[in-house]
């Protein structure tokens, strides 16, 4: 398992927890997103965070997050938003610097 997975499967614990302690009588019940039950919205986690581990960015994807990433400036690194940015091997690629950018390692 890499280490991008590892961390990922040991942060997923507590939602979980959070998950199995539901009563199974509540996954059709309406969510706080308007026309989206519970059910939704966890299939869109779990298909999100899929997507995330398993995807590659496309140009057009890398253009818009690094453009974005500049103009928030330093605001994309307040509590809560991105974590610091991290450094990059000389060699890495361009979705490596731009998530690298974001605090986040390819």
């Known amino acids: 398992m890499n280490t991008t997975l590892s961390k990922h ?11 199995e302690s539901g009563p ?3 996954w059709s019940a309406q969510s706080p997103c308007e026309h ?3 059910r939704d919205v966890v299939r ?3 298909d999100t965070q899929r997507e995330f581990l398993t995807a590659s960015l496309t140009d057009e994807e890398l ?3 690094d453009s974005l990433a500049q103009a928030y400036g330093d605001v994309l ?3 809560g938003v991105c974590k610091p940015e991290v450094e990059c091997a000389s060699g890495d690629d361009r979705q490596a610097r731009v998530l690298a950018k974001l605090g986040r390692r390819a």
């Open 9 to 19: 499967t040991e942060a997923r614990r507590p939602l979980e927890a959070v998950l």
């Open 24 to 26: 199974a009588d509540r």
């Open 36 to 38: 989206w039950s519970a």
């Open 44 to 46: 869109h986690l779990i």
């Open 77 to 79: 690194y307040t509590e």
């Open 63 to 65: 253009d818009v997050m």
